[in-house]
């Protein structure tokens, strides 16, 4: 009999998982609320319900011997009581518990002796602490993604116009890191302790959404190693059975702070689907279903990942454009069929191989990218 996997979401990650799940053989099953969710026509089996309806996750446990996530949007203690009743979760429960809020993220990495930003708890209404200085980011401790949630904050004015629906939400405080780059790594670790570290990616934030991914990094070894054995350290002190993303801050003198961790897939590794021997999606499958683990070494020189991110509200497919970037020499589109676009929506991503790591020629491929995809050229 096929192993089964369950994912609780039914986004693109998932989407991407589902091509995946397929190639190993494993039968894939989903939570999610609507029918026409990107991952549905992925899945062998769709339980239509909300992502947080434990209910229905309790029926997914039930029909299969693993589950994992799509995101990490979870309500741990209602999840808790499925795992006395034999549900398996990958990761486990366990292991996402100091990861769901960024100042637990940021306590969590300190235990383990890995540099993050100075940072502490804040309230709307609290004055900025005695010694700290503008500009400085004010952060959702949860549910914050693609930017939503997070402030960069220049003066005094900007933090007396906050929104003040921010009354009441657990907020946290930070230095704002002037980085040379923003680096990302996706690591993977299977139950018996072995780990995948992925290439390490350099990411583009414009507005603090991520625009594009350039695979490598042009860092030098010793960044590279910094960033690995980070990678590798987390993983193994976590306890991780499954795959994970890290974003990191590499400033001028060489120093990396880890900014952010996503117990999951990540949009930073979703250049592996193209460009890699193994992608995330069937690393993460192959970790949480006790397979083999592949390799995530790339196979080419370099890669670009761009986000075609939504620039109006519209219905339209945006087929004409998709065509335009198809025949870009060596790109992959990856169009994850929402129904409905928005501003800042991931609608798909486009990855371009390249026989240059070059990072003046990679970043010149992504803007032209980006310059087929916008209406304007200065998106
Ligand atoms: P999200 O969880 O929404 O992705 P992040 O905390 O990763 O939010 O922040 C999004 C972006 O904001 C980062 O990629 C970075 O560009 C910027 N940013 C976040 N924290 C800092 C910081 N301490 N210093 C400088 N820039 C930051």
Redesign the pocket.
């Known amino acids: 009999m096929k192993q089964r996997v369950g994912v609780i979401g039914g986004g693109q990650l998932a989407w991407m998982m589902g091509a995946e799940a397929r190639s190993l053989g494993l039968e894939l099953w989903l939570q999610t609320p609507n029918a026409n969710d990107p991952a549905v026509s992925q899945a062998d089996h769709v339980i239509l319900a909300d992502v947080q309806d434990v209910t229905a996750t309790g029926k997914l446990a039930e029909h299969c011997d693993v589950v994992t996530f799509e995101n990490e949007f979870v309500d741990l203690d209602a999840l808790g009581k499925l795992v006395g009743k034999g549900a398996s979760f990958r990761p486990t429960l366990d292991f996402l518990a100091p990861l769901l809020d960024?100042y637990d993220q940021r306590l969590c990495c300190e235990r383990f002796d890995i540099p993050v930003?100075r940072y502490q708890t804040w309230s709307l209404g609290d004055r900025l602490p005695e010694g700290w200085q503008y500009p400085v980011?004010l952060?959702a401790r949860r549910h914050?993604?693609?930017?939503?949630?997070?402030f960069?904050l220049k003066d005094q004015a900007a933090l007396a116009a906050l929104p003040s629906a921010l009354a009441g939400t657990a907020l946290l405080l930070?230095?704002?890191?002037?980085?040379e780059r923003?680096l990302a790594v996706m690591v993977a670790r299977n139950l018996s302790g072995e780990i995948r570290v992925f290439p390490v990616v350099e990411?583009q934030?414009i507005d603090?959404v991520?625009h594009w991914a350039i695979a490598p990094a042009a860092i030098s070894k010793t960044v590279a190693e910094k960033v690995t054995n980070i990678a590798r350290h987390l993983a193994q002190n976590l306890g991780l059975v499954g795959i994970m993303g890290i974003?990191l801050?590499l400033t001028a003198a060489g120093e990396v702070l880890v900014?952010?961790i996503a117990p999951r897939t990540h949009n930073s590794g979703h250049f592996s689907l193209d460009a890699c021997q193994t992608s995330q999606f069937a690393m993460q499958l192959q970790a949480i279903a006790e397979l083999p683990l592949g390799n995530p070494k790339l196979l080419t020189a370099g890669a670009v990942m761009v986000n075609l991110l939504g620039f109006e509200h519209s219905d339209s497919d945006y087929i004409h454009r998709r065509q335009l970037l198809i025949q870009f020499p060596n790109s992959r589109v990856h169009w994850y069929g929402k129904s409905g676009a928005s501003p800042g929506r991931k609608l798909g991503h486009v990855t371009v191989l390249s026989e240059t790591s070059n990072p003046e020629q990679l970043t010149a491929i992504a803007k032209h990218i980006e310059r087929l995809w916008y209406p304007q050229s200065d998106a």
Request: glycine share 12%; charged share 35%; proline share 7%.
């Open positions: 960024k930003p980011v952060k914050g993604y693609d930017g939503k949630g997070t960069v930070e230095e704002f890191i002037p980085f923003e990411t934030q603090q991520c974003e801050f900014n952010e």
